[in-house]
């Protein structure tokens, strides 16, 4: 199995985030790519490969350009104003039905941003768009032949949608690369196995008939990201039935996880794609600082083998999972699933 990665990503280290109105230490540390590279090329999965710098045309096919430009350019313009090399945080946010852009930098912090979990530095968007270029270089060997490949995504994506970004995620790599895929009118489906529900991907498909999108996540009523992510969300207009969420109770059990995945896997058949990406995150399982429901290793491998007997050409994006000393094993774990043929 191909591996796509980018040494650009290890750039992004946030000096912190504010959680509960404090300064806490960021999760999405590079240790997390180290890990997890370790553990691929110790498994003699396949190349380790860079990606191929694509640009930001597919970039901007997916979201808003005033995001853009402000991502690529908020720390500067804050070093510039400020005098410092600061991360960038938001200190307004827009209430609800209320979204003026504003002119003033300080406004405009909060205008994108949904919380305070996504710094910006200096190194912040070149990591991103290599992230995304991950994805994107991921997609084209699909199209080229591959029947599975694996993004080795960082920062992560399924938090950031059309015109918004939050929860570690600046673009979003997973939608990014189903653009791609779908770009002869092909249908793409995305499933994400993240510990969180992925509300910038739900956001960016949610009317349209071509990307079918499932997650099974911990319930928003008692979790991040809240505002998204529930089992009546179904899509909208062409896209209504394309959208299905599977929210589980905290602590859930391994075998009520796959239960639960079964089911989704039987919706994920019947729109019947060309092409699948997951978007994996692996803060489900049992040892995750972030989450709370019981996975083991050998239940990601279990993961990846009812994904693999899909037989569909299958793009795996990585999302979150922050257990670093386990975290290389259980990605590895995961793929091997997905890569057995037997």
Not at 46 to 67: C, K, N, Q, S
Not at 90 to 118: A, D, I, S
Not at 265 to 272: E, M, S
Request: charged share 20%; proline share 8%; hydrophobic share 35%.
């Amino acid at each position: 199995m191909l591996t796509i990665y980018s040494d650009v990503q290890r750039a992004h280290r946030p000096a912190y985030v504010i959680k509960q109105g404090e300064r806490s230490p960021s999760l999405d540390v590079p240790e997390r790519v180290d890990s997890i590279l370790s553990a691929v090329r110790g498994k003699e999965l396949g190349p380790v490969i860079t990606p191929d710098d694509v640009g930001l045309e597919p970039i901007r096919a997916v979201h808003d350009a005033g995001m853009i430009e402000y991502l690529a350019t908020a720390h500067a313009q804050q070093n510039a104003e400020a005098g410092v090399s600061t991360p960038v945080f938001p200190t307004f946010f827009p209430p609800p039905g209320q979204r003026g852009r504003p002119g003033c930098f300080e406004g405009l912090k909060g205008f994108y941003c949904t919380n305070t979990g996504v710094p910006i530095d200096e190194n912040t968007w070149k990591a991103a768009v290599a992230s995304a270029h991950c994805a994107m270089t991921g997609a084209r060997h699909l199209q080229s032949g591959e029947s599975r490949v694996y993004a080795l995504c960082r920062p992560p994506g399924h938090h950031a949608g059309p015109n918004f970004f939050g929860g570690y995620c600046y673009l979003n790599n997973a939608a990014i690369a189903a653009q791609i895929l779908r770009e002869d009118g092909e249908r793409v489906a995305i499933l994400d196995i993240d510990y969180h529900h992925g509300n910038g991907t739900q956001a960016i498909f949610y009317a349209d008939p071509g990307v079918w999108y499932g997650s099974l996540h911990v319930d928003p009523d008692t979790d991040y990201p809240f505002f998204a992510g529930y089992a009546d969300e179904v899509g909208v207009g062409a896209g209504k039935g394309t959208n299905w969420n599977v929210p589980l109770p905290p602590g859930i059990s391994q075998d009520q996880y796959l239960s639960a995945l079964e089911t989704l896997l039987a919706r994920l058949i019947a729109f019947d794609p060309q092409w699948l990406i997951v978007s994996s995150g692996f803060d489900t399982y049992i040892d995750d600082p972030i989450g709370t429901f019981r996975l083991t290793t050998a239940g990601f491998n279990e993961i990846g083998r009812r994904i693999q007997a899909l037989n569909i050409p299958t793009l795996v994006v990585q999302e979150g999972g922050y257990c670093v000393p386990d975290l290389g094993r259980n990605v590895v774990a995961f793929l091997e699933g997905l890569a057995n043929s037997s």
